[in-house]
């Protein structure tokens, strides 16, 4: 009997250390919009991953390369929800610029933590903060609704979308 529970044990141990959950939307916050309550200037910090392979064609990735063409590092006509080679260089470029100890073109907590630090506020109306990322060449127009999901204007238009991990409207 003690035999057969230490192997019993064993196994179920085995498999609860070996199983690792879902991908979750937000991969850190789980929640399927970038997203922040609180003080705006620390919403980012746990949010991520956009690479090549992770929300590789998302909303939330055209939110990322927003930031980057604000900086310049991307072309408006380069924000198309498509995380690929070319914005993935852009990321290591920006990573590089701003000192990230992770300079691999993902942008996960460090990035986007490091990117909320130019969020600037504009104004503020029943709960939703109008923001501005304040770019080195643009100043894109980002909110945050009463609910505390992030939208923003895709550059230099007046289209406006929810930031979403799991679904791209901005192409």
Known sequence: MRVTLAVLFTVVATLVLSTSPALAAGTY???????GADQFEDDWGNEGVLSTSTHTESNATC???????????????????????????????WQTKKKLSDVDGVVGKETFGRADDGLREWDEDN????LYYNGAYYQPTIKRQANGTYGFYVAGTDEYRLAGYDYRSCS
């Open 29 to 35: 916050s789980g929640l399927a919009y970038v997203y």
């Open 127 to 130: 709960g939703t903060l109008t």
């Open 63 to 93: 939110l990322w390369q927003d930031i980057l063409w604000a900086d310049g590092y991307l072309s408006a006509s380069d924000i198309d929800g498509d995380f690929g080679a070319k914005t993935k260089a852009a990321t290591i470029a």
